[in-house]
C-alpha cells in the first residue's frame, strides 16, 4: 500500500463486504498520481482470463470535483478489451483544476456492449477510492434502476478471504438497457467495511442519488452532485468544503439528505434539445421534487421494468454456457434476478441450472430416469416425451470453467 497520508484501503459492497483495495489498484498508480496534473483509473471488465465475449469494449471516463466540474478532457474510446482482467485510464486536469480531487466518476459505454466488475481511482495526491459491481445486483427498490448485471469471476480480497464481485451491463446502441453510471467514491468507505447508522439508514440510501446513479438512453455528460456537499466523516475535503460555503452563506447539508433531489444539482453542457431537458446527469439547474407515488414516475418506471425484461427473452447471440463452482455464484439468485443477463449458468455447489433465456431453473439430475432436470454430462435438459427421454439445450460455443 502507498504511503501516502490518508490513503484508504477498504471499499463497501452492497451486501456489507469490506473489500481489500489493495488488492485492486496498482502500485504504480500512487506515484504516478503525486503528479498534480494527473487521475489514474482501474476498471476491471467483465471476467478474467478465463472469461466471456461480449464483455469488453470501449468505455469513456470523465471526473468532477464535489461542485460538479469537470477536472478534465474526458477520456473517451478506451478499449478495455475481453480477458483483460482490468484496463487502466489517465485523465489530464485542465490548468484550472490541477492537483484537486475528481469524487465523482461519470463511465459510459459505447456500442459494444461491457460488464464492469469494479473500478477504482487514485487522485493526484495518493489517495485511493473505489466501487464494486455488487451494487448493480442488489434486489432493492432504490438500487433496481433498470441495470443488467451478472456474476464475474475477477477474484479480489476481503478480508483475509477471496471474494468475486458481479458486474454491470454497459451499452450505448440498446443491447443493454444501462448507458452509464456515475458514482460518488468517499460514499463507498469505511474503515469497518461496513455502512454505520451515522451515514445512511441502510446501505440502499446510497442508490439512485448522486452517490450512485445508473442512466438510460443517450451519453449524460454531466453528473447530478450534491449540493451543498454533504457532511460527512470520511472526506478529507470536509474544511475545505465548509470554508467556500461559509463564503457563499450555506452549510453542508445532513447525511439524513441523500434523497432529497432538492439538494442535488446537475453539471456539464447546457443542453439545446429540449427532450433532453430533465434527464439525470444533463443540465445546470436543481433537479425538480418528485413524488414517489405519481402516476407519471410509476409509469415510466413500468416501461423501464418491460424493457429489462425484453432484452432477458432476447437469445444470445453466441451459444455459452458459464459453469462454476464458487459457493459465491447462485443459479438460483441469477434466475430470479428480474435484471440478471448473461450466458446460461450452472453451479456445481447448489446443484442447479438456469436457463437465462427463459429464467426457468433446474437441478441437476440424479439418476438415470430423473426428467426437468440438468444433466452435467451433456450439458442438457433432460425432458419427458410420453415414455421416452429427451434432451434440449443449445449446442454450446464456448464452456467457460470457473473454480
Sequence with gaps: MATAVGVISIIVGIFGSGITLASIAQTEQAQASEEASKTNLRVAVGLDGNGLSNAGGKLDARIFNEFGQSLGAPSVDNECTNG???????????????????????????????????????????????????WASTSGDKCNMGQTWYYSNI??????????????????????????????????????????????????????NPSYYVSKGEDPNGITFYDPPRASSYSNQEQESQRRLAKRGKKMKSVKSLQDPSNWKKSGPKVQDP????????????????????????????????????????????????????????????????????PNFASEH??????????????????????????????KVRKAEGRLVRREGPEYTKVIEWQ
Aim: one cysteine or more.
Design 84 to 134: 483483460d482482467a482490468a484496463c487502466d485510464i489517465t485523465i489530464e486536469h485542465d490548468d484550472d483544476h490541477k492537483g484537486q480531487q475528481g469524487t465523482y466518476g461519470l463511465f459510459t459505454g459505447n456500442n459494444d456492449a461491457m460488464c464492469i466488475a469494479y473500478t477504482t481511482i487514485t487522485w493526484p495526491d495518493g489517495n485511493k477510492w473505489g466501487w464494486t459491481g455488487d
Design 275 to 342: 427532450r433532453q431537458r430533465g434527464k439525470f446527469g444533463q443540465q445546470s439547474a436543481p433537479v425538480e421534487r418528485r413524488s414517489v407515488n405519481g402516476t407519471e414516475q410509476e409509469e415510466a418506471e413500468s416501461v423501464i421494468v418491460d424493457q429489462v425484461k425484453n432484452k432477458m427473452l432476447t437469445p444470445q447471440k453466441e451459444a455459452r454456457l458459464v459453469c462454476s463452482s464458487d459457493p459465491g455464484h447462485s443459479a438460483e439468485t441469477l434466475c430470479k434476478h428480474p435484471y440478471s443477463y448473461g
Design 350 to 379: 447448489e446443484k442447479k441450472f438456469c436457463d437465462m433465456h427463459s429464467k426457468k431453473l433446474y437441478g441437476f439430475c440424479k439418476g438415470s430416469s430423473d426428467v426437468d432436470c440438468y444433466e452435467p454430462r451433456t450439458k
Design 155 to 208: 477474484i479480489l480480497q476481503n478480508g483475509t478471504s477471496p471474494y468475486k464481485p458481479s458486474c454491470i451491463w454497459l451499452d450505448a446502441n440498446g443491447d443493454q438497457p444501462a448507458t452509464a453510471f456515475q458514482v460518488h467514491f468517499p460514499d463507498f468507505y469505511d474503515p469497518n467495511g461496513s455502512l454505520d447508522d451515522e451515514r445512511v439508514d441502510s446501505p440502499e440510501d446510497l442508490c439512485g
